[in-house]
C-alpha cells in the first residue's frame, strides 16, 4: 500500500506542476487563462484535491492495517490461558438494538484493542471520533479537554507575563506577577440526532451495525460540531474559532473579498513570532479561498502554495501548515475567510463520550427502531491574539 500512496503523491505532484506551468505560461504572456486553459485547470485542481483525500484514506487503512498486525503478535503463554471472549462494542450495539439494554455510554479511549491475539473491530467511540476527524478540522488541529461531568469551567485568561530584569550582584530580585484580565467559562452544549433502522436490519446478523450507526453519528453530529466550533457565536453554541480571532488584515474595497499575496503575509508575520515557531501553528481556509492561494503568486513569480510531498504532512502556504476547515466561508466583502495562528490554543471541552439511546416507541406504526445519538461539547479562544483572521474589504 505505501507504494500505491508515493504514486498518489508522485501523481499530485505531476497535476500541480501542470497547472503551474498553465498559469507561469498566461502570467509571462501578461494575460488570463483562456477558456479552454480554464477548464484545464478546473480538471487540474480537482485531481489534486482527489488524490489528496485518497492519499489520507489509505493512510489512515494503513495505520489500521497496522495496529491490527500489532495486535495479533501475543505471548504464546497468554494464548494458551483462553480468557472467557471479551464482549466487544458490536455485542453491546446489538443488544442495544434487540432492546435488550435502552442505554449506552462510550467512553472516550484508545481506538483499537485486542481479544485473546485475534483484532477485534475499531471501538464505536473510536471509528466515530476518526470520522468526525474527517468531517472538519476542529477536533483535530485543536486542543481538546475531556471532563467526565459538564458544570461550568472557567479558564484563566492571561494578559501579561513576569517580566525578566537584570540584577547587581547582592542587589534584591524584583518581583514580577503575570496578571489575569479576566476568565472564560466553558459549558456544554448537547449535539444530538435521530437515525431509524428496520427490525430487520437489526435481526440480521450480516448487517455491519457498527459501520452504519458510527457512519451516520459522525457525519449527523460532526458537521454541526465543526461548524460550530469554526463560526458559533458563543450564545447558544461555542465561540468559535473565527469569532474569536482577533483583527488581522482587512482587504481592498471593490474585488469582492478577494485577498492578495501581501495581505497573507502580513497575515502570518503580524503574528507574535514565538507563536509561528510552535509546531501546531498553521494557516486555515476554506476549499474557494484556498483555490484561490493556488493561483496566487509572489513579486518573483513563486507559487505560496506548496503541495504536500508525502502523505504524513499536510499541504502548505507561504511554507506553513495549510488546514482546509469546510466550514469557513468563502473571500465575500467583510467575511473573514483566511485565519493564521496557533491553532491549540483554542480549546474544546468535551464532557464525557458519545451517548446512544434506543426507543421501540417513537417509530412503532412503522415497525422501527430509533436511535439517539448525543455529545456534549463547547469551545473558546482564551487568548484571542494567538489567532488573526483576514476580512474581505467593504463592496
Known amino acids: ?14 497535476s500541480w506542476h501542470q497547472a503551474k506551468a498553465l498559469l507561469d505560461n ?5 494575460r488570463d487563462l483562456s477558456a479552454e486553459e480554464n477548464e484545464s485547470y478546473k480538471r487540474m485542481s480537482a485531481d489534486l484535491d482527489t488524490r489528496a483525500e485518497v492519499i489520507k484514506t489509505l493512510k489512515a487503512d494503513e495505520e489500521r492495517s497496522r495496529e491490527i498486525a500489532e495486535a495479533a503478535v501475543v505471548a504464546p503463554e497468554i494464548r494458551a490461558e483462553a480468557p472467557a471472549p471479551e464482549v466487544t462494542d458490536v455485542d453491546r450495539l446489538r443488544s442495544l438494538a434487540r432492546g435488550e439494554i435502552r442505554s449506552l455510554d462510550f467512553e472516550a479511549r484508545a481506538v483499537s484493542k485486542t481479544s485473546t491475539g485475534a ?3 475499531t471501538s464505536f467511540y473510536g471509528q466515530v471520533m476518526e470520522k468526525l476527524r474527517f468531517v472538519g478540522p476542529m477536533l483535530d488541529v485543536t486542543s481538546t479537554w475531556n471532563t467526565t461531568s459538564g458544570e461550568p469551567l472557567q479558564v484563566p485568561v492571561q494578559n501579561a507575563r513576569p517580566v525578566g530584569t537584570v540584577s547587581a550582584e547582592a542587589a534584591a530580585i524584583v518581583a514580577s506577577d503575570p496578571t489575569f484580565s479576566s476568565f472564560i467559562t466553558l459549558g456544554a452544549f448537547k449535539y444530538s440526532f435521530l437515525t431509524q433502522l428496520s427490525s430487520e436490519l437489526i435481526t440480521d446478523s450480516g448487517v455491519d451495525i457498527l459501520g452504519y450507526l458510527s457512519g451516520v453519528t459522525a457525519n449527523s453530529l460532526g458537521y454541526a460540531v465543526n461548524s460550530a466550533l469554526t463560526v458559533g457565536t458563543g450564545t447558544t453554541q461555542p465561540l468559535g474559532i473565527v469569532t474569536a480571532s482577533a483583527a488581522g488584515i482587512t482587504g481592498a474595497t471593490a474585488v469582492a473579498g478577494a485577498f492578495t499575496y501581501a495581505n ?8 507574535d513570532r514565538a507563536a509561528r515557531m510552535v509546531p501546531t501553528f498553521g494557516v486555515m481556509a476554506g476549499a474557494d479561498a ?6 496566487l503568486q509572489d513579486g518573483a513569480g513563486g507559487f505560496v502554495f506548496q503541495p504536500s510531498l508525502s502523505e504524513s504532512t499536510p499541504d502548505r502556504v507561504l ?4 488546514v482546509e476547515n469546510p466550514a469557513m466561508v468563502a473571500p465575500v466583502a467583510l467575511g473573514k475567510s483566511v485565519i493564521a495562528g496557533d491553532f491549540a490554543s483554542y480549546i474544546v471541552r468535551q464532557v464525557g463520550g458519545i451517548r446512544l439511546d434506543r426507543s421501540d416507541d417513537f417509530a412503532f406504526n412503522t415497525d422501527q427502531v430509533t436511535f439517539r445519538a448525543q455529545i456534549r461539547i463547547d469551545g473558546n479562544l482564551p487568548q484571542p491574539s494567538h489567532v488573526k483572521h483576514f476580512a474581505g474589504g467593504a463592496a
Not at 484556498?290 to 493561483?295: G, K, P
Not at 511554507?319 to 495549510?322: A, H, K, Y
Request: hydrophobic share 40%.
Open 1 to 14: 500500500m505505501s507504494e500505491y500512496i508515493a504514486r498518489q503523491i508522485e501523481e499530485r505532484q505531476k
Open 26 to 30: 498566461a502570467a509571462s504572456e501578461k
Open 119 to 121: 483484532p477485534v473491530p
Open 264 to 271: 497573507l503575509v502580513d497575515l502570518v508575520y503580524g503574528l
Open 290 to 295: 484556498i483555490a484561490d492561494m493556488r493561483q
Open 319 to 322: 511554507g506553513f501548515n495549510l
